[in-house]
């Protein structure tokens, strides 16, 4: 599926017309982590490499893959849903020939590669000589997007409900961070917080606006619908349920509970945009019968 993956971006990055944001670099790193951590496990799990592996491989797919696509594609895209910066609309500038750019047009290039080399930097370490410290220089690199790109530390400007979900689940993924990280004796559970938190309710946030904006929805239908809410809600009930269920005497049971708020969410999200993907595509399909036959 990665490597699916890879020549999706690959084919379309040599075929650009247009040179894609600095913060790009991250994509390509979740590609060689994602790539390196499911050959490792593989490997493991064929018992052709010992199984001491097996950690490294878990710590660069599941904690590198998805955190790499969200900073990457995130600095631009989650800025321009919160209302720091304009959409990423085609109306991008052209390609940038290195050979005359400006001091100042690679400037902007300079910080988005400290961080990509810090948050490579804090794997290495993790893996191979102090996993609090990895994990710190991994959550510091992500608040420095946060902060920087993102600004978290301010309310968003633009209006509606589904700015404001998307600022809390940002927030949630990085006290998930931080909380894993100085925390390490938490282990697992505390990487639910990012995984459910974080990652889960991202990604169905994002898919939502993007469900409403290609299918040519009334922005009305996202300033006024509560779907966003009792998504997030679960999803965030559930992450700390989830955390939460070590202390409790029923430990298994709380895996349960926190495992069905996520199942609930994500049949509410469903619920109310699945038949909007499915009445797209009936529509795509009919114009195109229709330009056929004309």
């Given at each position: 599926m990665l490597l699916f993956l890879f020549l999706f971006f690959y084919r379309r990055f040599m075929a650009k017309s247009f040179s894609p944001p600095p913060h790009f670099l991250f994509i390509p790193i979740g590609l060689f982590l994602g790539v390196s951590g499911a050959t490792l496990e593989s490997l493991v799990q064929m018992n052709l490499i010992d199984s001491k592996f097996l950690n490294a491989a878990k710590v660069l797919l599941y904690h590198?893959?998805?955190?790499?696509?969200?900073?990457?594609?995130?600095?631009?895209?989650?800025?321009?849903?919160l209302g720091w910066t304009e959409p990423p609309y085609r109306h991008i500038k052209p390609v940038i020939n290195f050979n005359s750019t400006p001091v100042l047009e690679l400037q902007k290039w300079i910080v988005p590669i400290a961080q990509a080399l810090l948050f490579l930097v804090g794997f290495g370490?993790?893996?191979?000589?102090?996993?609090?410290?990895?994990?710190v220089l991994r959550a510091f690199c992500a608040t420095w997007i946060a902060i920087q790109n993102w600004r978290l530390h301010r309310l968003p400007q633009a209006p509606g409900k589904l700015p404001f979900w998307i600022w809390l689940s940002a927030w949630m993924l990085l006290i998930g961070l931080w909380v894993h990280a100085l925390f390490p004796s938490l282990g697992v559970h505390a990487a639910h917080l990012i995984f459910m938190g974080g990652f889960g309710s991202m990604t169905l946030l994002v898919a939502s606006r993007v469900t409403l904006a290609h299918g040519g929805y009334s922005p009305e239908l996202e300033s006024k619908s509560y779907i966003f809410c009792i998504t997030c809600l679960l999803l965030f009930?559930?992450?700390?349920?989830?955390f939460a269920s070590q202390w409790t005497p029923s430990y298994f049971q709380h895996l349960t509970y926190a495992a069905v708020l996520w199942v609930m969410a994500v049949v509410a999200w469903g619920i109310f945009f699945l038949p909007k993907m499915i009445f797209d595509v009936s529509i795509l399909f009919t114009s195109s019968n229709v330009m056929k036959k004309g």
């Open positions: 590198g893959t998805m955190l790499s696509f969200l900073l990457g594609i995130g600095a631009k895209l989650i800025s321009a849903l370490i993790e893996i191979c000589l102090n996993v609090p410290v990895g994990r009930l559930g992450a700390l349920t989830r």
